[in-house]
């Protein structure tokens, strides 16, 4: 009878138990709470070092592809109770033309220098309370108050970067030096490029002595001419994973990001980045929040948490372009002396100095955006 009593007693007791896990109490909830978050990769979580109030549950991005750690999203989910909805896009005027164009959710976007100045004067942006944001202290002056956006008005920056040209040398006989040599017949069909407007516009007014931003109509018909006939020598645009090409061996040579480059040569060490003679293109991605942000008190949160150094040097291991966060580089330095090291010693990464004065940046062209928009339309197009 006392045994019957007590099977019954047990019984209800592991009934209850599992009614009250169900509705999300009781002794596990609890321990999850108050332990360790570890997220699916086995990396554990630290604290928030900017602690937010956050009563929204969730937080919707529009990004770059291949850009962001799984780690970040898994753990600002863990820490701050808020589901992390994401979408991607391969270019600022692909990011653009859907932001423009409404009818999104969205609270954050990833927009490069040049296409910020547009949209703030567009209404699409809103300006940024650096109250909200002390994780600002953590960046690198260097990399603030752009011409782009004076006084992070509207931006905090993610990540920097240079585009210059990316050649397998066991492959490539005569290895390039210049954008201009690109343009060379042994090259035909075995080249990756960026599926990005500017950029490849950019480096072709280069190779004519234009400046990247100019708007006089003339130069930038020559340069439609001139980029007409580099089409043949490029067997794709890839701006979602251009390394995975020349990992494969599908393409010799190029013009790619910088943390492409460098994933790629970890790959095969014969991929070398060369910094052209005409001078690379110099870009920043930001942080930017939009006018009618749905989640603006989850985007601050976001920003503070995911940029934090302890978190931010996640980086390094699967995005390796240029760090802006001098706490993720200490960080690293302090704790990831192997991935620190690595930036700091590649040219890639660590890039000459000579090279970044020899650089260019894009710019907002106002109203002659929609003369370059012809361009590439009409060399895509193949017309």
Known sequence: MYKNNLFKLLALLVIASMALAACGGGAATETADSGPKVTSTGFTCPEPEFPQEVTSKELNIFVWTEYIPVEM????????????NRDEYSSNEEMYAKVSAGGTNYDLVQPTDYIIALMARQGLLQELDHAKLPVMKNLDPNYLDFEFDPGNKYTIPYQAGMD??????????????????LWNPEYAGRMVFLD???????????????DVNTTDPKQLDEAKVKLKELIPNVKLFDSDSPKT?????DVDLGMTWTAEALLAQQENPAIQFIYPTEGSMLWQDNWAMLKDAPHADAAYAWMNYTMQGDIFWLMLRDFPYINPN?????????????LYDLYMGSPITNAPVEAIKNGHRIADVGDATPLYDDIWVEVKGGE
């Open 73 to 84: 999203i898994e753990c600002f989910e863990l820490v701050y109770g808020v589901t992390v």
């Open 196 to 210: 990005d407007s500017r950029v490849v516009i950019g480096l072709t007014l280069l190779t004519l002595g234009y």
């Open 326 to 338: 001098k706490a993720a580089l200490d960080y690293a330095s302090a704790n990831q002396k192997e």
């Open 164 to 181: 210059a040209i990316v050649v397998n040398t066991d492959t490539v006989e005569n290895v390039p030096h210049s954008w201009a040599e």
């Open 245 to 249: 090409a020349l990992i494969a061996g």
